[in-house]
């Protein structure tokens, strides 16, 4: 058993997305002493912890989800010292530092790809998956897998006439952990940071890193194929047990996996503290609650996100440990999504989604915007995406691109992740305070209203109703410890639920929509002394009574027994 004091669980995780956050330099680029800048602002927010998206190494082509130096910091973010600083000046003001690590594959920049492409029998060949192809002259692709982000999971390499594996883009060839040398560079990695002070990792596509022997064909899928034989492969466990107790547990420290095609039963492994794997896990039932397979726009019902929280949050009661989240660097903003057209109430709306969320049981996440309550940006033109995945999708679609190119501009427009990837809006100066220069990429035309200073200035602002949230949250036993229950789980239009610990119910109602809609109390809660702790309309409601809740109307009230 290792000594962990699990900070995490009464902790937020405020989401840094480092080249668009804020840009101390001018070259258009956020960086690490543009984070030190603000790391003020984040500390007043009341958050415990930060999770830096990649900062290494990086050619970019999946803006540094592709690493090419483990140990080193992309020049365009700083330096190693500022790294430390960064760390010195965040541990200075009791945060804690999660770095991103991507270590399913490398760059194909990677001195060890560099080196393993060169020829079939050198050290670093199976650091890889490198494979002779099928068919008369080995031209087709060792197997049917399908790239997550489109096309075949294969690319061919003349040098040495085989083909290497990524499941992702081709500049991101994927490592072989079969290989125990490769889950020893994983450690060493680890420690490295560690050593450096940092406090915990997020785990990029950590459920497939363990591939099936053999590397089978999968069911056949017009375009994905091979999940079965690379989601929770056969050695997952083992070799992340491994590297929590060679690495992970040497540290008080918080892992997290991103949870690809996670269930409850496997969180339950990956989640349960005795095991040592990890201590919280993504996963993505509640994202796809609007597209299905997380790529089609289907309606939203808010009945099925009722459904999904309750099965998660008694599922992992005292057996697991949840992660909380509405936004990251790879979905579109929240707001829309979940709330629907809500027009002039913007502001409650925001409000509203952060109580429904985050009065719940695990680890709440914030992404850099969304505590101020940031929007898709406007995309008029195919050609304004960045994202490597949007370049891929026109690829697949090849000569057809052109027909299809309004119907596909009509899903990336909700759908793409440039939605959350534009620039961080800190005041209604040119180019939204983040640079002084021309920003990498495209700022929201709202930020002259949705900023920082706005809403810092604001006393009844998106960002005030979260830090009121985060300190009530804070210490708060019943939302840490509590048992979850769930009311009117039928009702499209309220989410209702109670909190329990030790005698004390906290009561959560939130009304989803941009309307009107009578709320009666479950009979379980009224007669009881209430005290209301939150509100997103003014404190108007003393007493739990039959009322009509206003649009996105979101109440927190603490009930005592009757004395
Ligand atoms: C994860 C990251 C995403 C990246 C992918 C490949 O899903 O969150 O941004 O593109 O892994 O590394
Ligand atoms: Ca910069």
Redesign the pocket.
Known sequence: MNNKTRWYKDSFVYQIYPRSFCDSNGDGIGDIQGIISKLDYIQDLGVKAIWLSPIYKSPNH?NG?DISDYRDISPEFGSLDDFKKLIFEMHKRDLKLIMDL?VNHTSFEHEWFIKSRESTDNVFRDYYFWRKGRGKNGKKPPNNWTSRFGGSAWTYDEKTGEWYLHL?TKE?PDLNWDNPKVRKEVEDIVNFWLDLGVDGFRC??ITYISKAKDLPNGKWHPFVRGDEHFTHGPNIHTYLRELSKNSFSKKDTMIVG?GAGVNLEQALIYTNEDNEELDNVFHFEHMETDFYKQVLPRKFKLTNLKKIFSRWQLGLFQKGWNSLYFEN??FPRSLKRFTGDYKDKRVEAAKMLAVSLYMQQGTPYIYQGQEIGMTNYPFESIDDFQDVVVKNVRKVFGVFEPLFRPIILKVLKVRARDNARTPMQWDDSENAGFTKGTPWFLINPNYTKINTKNDLLNHDSILNFYKKLIKYRLNNEVIIKGYYQEYNSSNEDLHVYIRTYNGITILVVCNYKNKEVSFNPHPETVNKNCNLVLHNYGYDRPVLEPMTLRPYEALVYELNKTK
């Open positions: 999946d989800y991507v992702f991101q990029d596509v991103e660097h790879d």
